[in-house]
């Protein structure tokens, strides 16, 4: 029987924490549904007695119906000397309404002594009453032993004395937390399996990634006997980040025979992951295992050439499980065999022997000594071939654009951008302001293009990157803009090159909106 793993997903709580990051009470009430769809076990979803935001998301959040996930409360064990039914934070807890509380207490003896200021006695009666009241009221208790691992490298038997104390209460779950995130793997998995040979509970782990190994740290723990395993979707959270759980989900239920979420909910692990990062003002980096950009991205000749002959030659799943793609990287030493490769999917037909694969080779080749790189900007290159195919009908022209960024003295004004933009046989001129000429010409082009395609009311930019490429000419050198854009679901990249930085912006959001709206339009390309 294939081995359960369940997965707790801390992105509105431990993820919160990271720096830059900002959740409204909506944005948190989506990352929930989206959490729910794939199918995670629970989703620790904040200290309800923390902030007035979280408390007013625990009670929306009740109208949600949850399919997969059960909500819990995170909280900490009472404060020192203090009946447990009268401690704040431990009361908010239980109007949190949550049937899951996940409750932290200290393993670690120099942070009982040094950091809370109180015995060591004192602190395991903490444990063993905190959670012993929330069983008497019901709830499912995970006791996540902070400090744990570090405090059994100093303290074995105190760290030990501490989930004795939570066992006793009646805890369901003993999370260990590498809460430093300073401990190699091998650590993990022999202090994790001495921890499952001496307790009759769930034995949970929860990685932070301060020495880059929480993802091998989780690992290392399931295979010492972990059952429960916690992280944030796409890894942000305190410091360096925690357990990155889009990786940690398909490693074990794509290699090591483990089940974490729906079979058929593996699919969804990098639209998830998209969206938990659009939806925190983030991009998935593009090197990210699984469900980044470059995941499943050739560009060397040999490797191109094996996965067009085999995929497994240098993919080590297909990239459709996990909803990501095959990237074909083109460049000017890109062959035939590259090329068509990339075009498999625009037209079944063009071989390697085909006039029009020889005919792109050229246009590549052509184009990249003007100064483009495709490489980087797969959506532009994509609307290239389709342009010299005969098989792309313009959805707008851009008739005229003008930009005005005049500055007063000691007073920065903002930049403005007119423009006027041709559909079909209507046209509309528009104008707006912006925090310097591209983005008041994003603005600009967008206002007049959404009278006409309201989805664009749903894309953004979400990078911009400028390079000169030939330096010694100054001012007159010619730029390269590179856009990345997004619509809450996927991501794409566009370039523009001129030697007016301005021009080649336009380029690259032209192709950008161009790009959104021919995808719109043929979803199955």
Same mark, same amino acid.
């Given at each position: 029987?294939?081995?359960?793993?369940?997965?707790?997903?801390?992105?509105?709580?431990?993820?919160?924490?990271?720096?830059?990051?900002?959740?409204?009470?909506?944005?948190?009430?989506?990352?929930?549904? @989206?959490?729910?769809?794939?199918?995670?076990?629970?989703?620790?979803?904040?200290?309800?007695?923390?902030?007035?935001?979280?408390?007013?998301?625990?009670?929306?959040?009740?109208?949600?119906?949850?399919? #997969?996930?059960?909500?819990?409360?995170?909280?900490?064990?009472?404060?020192?000397?203090?009946?447990?039914?009268?401690?704040?934070?431990?009361?908010?807890?239980? $109007?949190? +309404?949550?049937?899951?509380?996940?409750?932290?207490?200290?393993?670690?003896?120099?942070?009982?002594?040094?950091?809370?200021?109180?015995?060591?006695?004192?602190?395991?009666?903490?444990?063993?009453?905190?959670?012993?009241?929330?069983?008497?009221?019901?709830?499912?208790?995970?006791?996540?032993?902070?400090?744990?691992?570090?405090?059994?490298?100093?303290?074995?038997?105190?760290?030990?004395?501490?989930?004795?104390?939570?066992?006793?209460? +009646?805890?369901?779950?003993?999370?260990?937390?590498?809460?430093?995130? +300073?401990?190699?793997?091998?650590?993990? #998995?022999?202090?994790?399996?001495?921890?499952?040979?001496?307790?009759?509970?769930?034995?949970?782990?929860?990685?932070?990634?301060?020495?880059?190994?929480?993802?091998?740290?989780?690992?290392?723990?399931?295979?010492?006997?972990?059952?429960?395993?916690?992280?944030? #979707?796409? $890894?942000?959270?305190?410091?360096?980040?925690?357990?990155?759980?889009?990786?940690?989900?398909?490693?074990?239920?794509?290699?090591?025979?483990?089940?974490?979420?729906?079979?058929?909910?593996?699919?969804?692990?990098?639209?998830?992951?998209? #969206?938990?990062?659009?939806?925190?003002?983030?991009?998935?980096?593009?090197?990210?295992?699984?469900?980044?950009?470059?995941?499943?991205?050739?560009?060397? +000749?040999?490797?191109?050439?094996?996965?067009?002959?085999?995929?497994?030659?240098?993919?080590?799943?297909?990239?459709?499980?996990?909803?990501?793609?095959?990237?074909?990287?083109?460049?000017?030493?890109? $062959?035939? $065999?590259?090329?068509?490769?990339?075009?498999?999917?625009?037209?079944?037909?063009?071989?390697?022997?085909?006039?029009?694969?020889?005919?792109?080779?050229?246009?590549?080749?052509?184009?990249?000594?003007?100064?483009?790189?495709?490489?980087?900007?797969?959506?532009?290159?994509?609307?290239?071939?389709?342009?010299?195919?005969?098989?792309?009908?313009?959805?707008?022209?851009?008739?005229?654009?003008?930009?005005?960024?005049?500055?007063?003295?000691?007073?920065?004004?903002?930049?403005?951008?007119?423009?006027?933009?041709?559909?079909?046989?209507?046209?509309?001129?528009?104008?707006?302001?912006?925090?310097?000429?591209?983005?008041?010409?994003?603005?600009?082009?967008?206002?007049?293009?959404?009278?006409?395609?309201?989805?664009?009311?749903?894309?953004?930019?979400?990078?911009?990157?400028?390079?000169?490429?030939?330096?010694?000419?100054?001012?007159?050198?010619?730029?390269?803009?590179?856009?990345? @854009?997004?619509?809450?679901?996927?991501?794409?990249?566009?370039?523009?090159?001129?030697?007016?930085?301005?021009?080649? @912006?336009?380029?690259?959001?032209?192709?950008?909106?161009?790009?959104?709206?021919?995808?719109?339009?043929?979803?199955?390309?």
């Amino acid at each position: 029987m294939t081995r359960k793993i369940e997965i707790l997903d801390s992105t509105l709580r431990d993820g919160a924490q990271g720096e830059g990051i900002s959740f409204s009470v909506e944005d948190k009430l989506n990352i929930v549904r @989206s959490l729910d769809r794939l199918g995670v076990d629970y989703i620790e979803a904040g200290n309800p007695g923390s902030n007035p935001k979280d408390m007013e998301f625990f009670e929306r959040v009740k109208m949600l119906d949850l399919r #997969y996930s059960r909500l819990v409360a995170f909280g900490s064990t009472r404060r020192c000397h203090i009946p447990v039914q009268e401690d704040k934070n431990v009361r908010a807890l239980i $109007g949190a +309404g949550t049937s899951t509380v996940a409750i932290f207490g200290k393993c670690w003896d120099m942070h009982v002594t040094e950091i809370l200021r109180t015995t060591l006695e004192e602190n395991l009666r903490m444990i063993e009453e905190t959670l012993a009241y929330f069983k008497s009221h019901g709830k499912e208790v995970i006791f996540d032993a902070e400090h744990f691992f570090d405090g059994y490298k100093k303290n074995p038997d105190y760290a030990m004395q501490a989930l004795e104390a939570a066992v006793r209460a +009646g805890a369901d779950c003993l999370n260990l937390c590498d809460t430093n995130g +300073g401990c190699f793997p091998d650590e993990i #998995y022999e202090m994790t399996k001495a921890v499952c040979a001496r307790f009759p509970v769930k034995v949970g782990i929860h990685c932070h990634n301060d020495i880059g190994c929480a993802v091998a740290g989780t690992l290392m723990a399931v295979k010492g006997g972990a059952t429960h395993v916690q992280g944030t #979707y796409i $890894g942000f959270g305190e410091r360096c980040g925690n357990t990155n759980l889009s990786t940690v989900i398909p490693s074990l239920q794509l290699k090591a025979g483990y089940h974490c979420i729906p079979d058929e909910n593996i699919r969804l692990l990098t639209k998830t992951a998209t #969206y938990i990062a659009e939806i925190s003002n983030l991009t998935v980096d593009h090197g990210m295992p699984y469900v980044g950009k470059s995941a499943f991205a050739h560009k060397g +000749g040999m490797h191109v050439d094996g996965v067009n002959k085999n995929p497994a030659s240098f993919e080590h799943i297909p990239p459709e499980t996990v909803g990501n793609k095959r990237n074909i990287l083109l460049s000017e030493v890109a $062959g035939r $065999g590259a090329v068509v490769k990339k075009l498999s999917h625009l037209d079944h037909s063009i071989t390697k022997d085909s006039p029009q694969a020889q005919e792109m080779v050229e246009l590549l080749k052509n184009k990249e000594l003007e100064g483009y790189q495709f490489e980087s900007a797969s959506a532009s290159l994509e609307l290239l071939i389709l342009k010299r195919l005969g098989r792309f009908t313009p959805f707008f022209h851009i008739e005229h654009f003008k930009i005005i960024g005049e500055r007063e003295q000691d007073k920065s004004a903002p930049s403005s951008a007119m423009v006027k933009i041709k559909v079909g046989d209507q046209y509309e001129i528009t104008a707006d302001e912006g925090n310097g000429p591209v983005h008041a010409l994003d603005k600009a082009m967008r206002k007049a293009l959404e009278v006409f395609y309201p989805a664009l009311s749903h894309m953004r930019l979400i990078d911009y990157k400028v390079r000169v490429m030939e330096t010694h000419q100054a001012t007159a050198a010619k730029v390269r803009v590179l856009i990345e @854009s997004t619509d809450g679901q996927n991501v794409w990249t566009t370039i523009g090159v001129s030697t007016d930085v301005i021009n080649a @912006s336009a380029t690259a959001l032209s192709d950008s909106i161009e790009y959104k709206l021919y995808k719109d339009a043929h979803p199955d390309k």
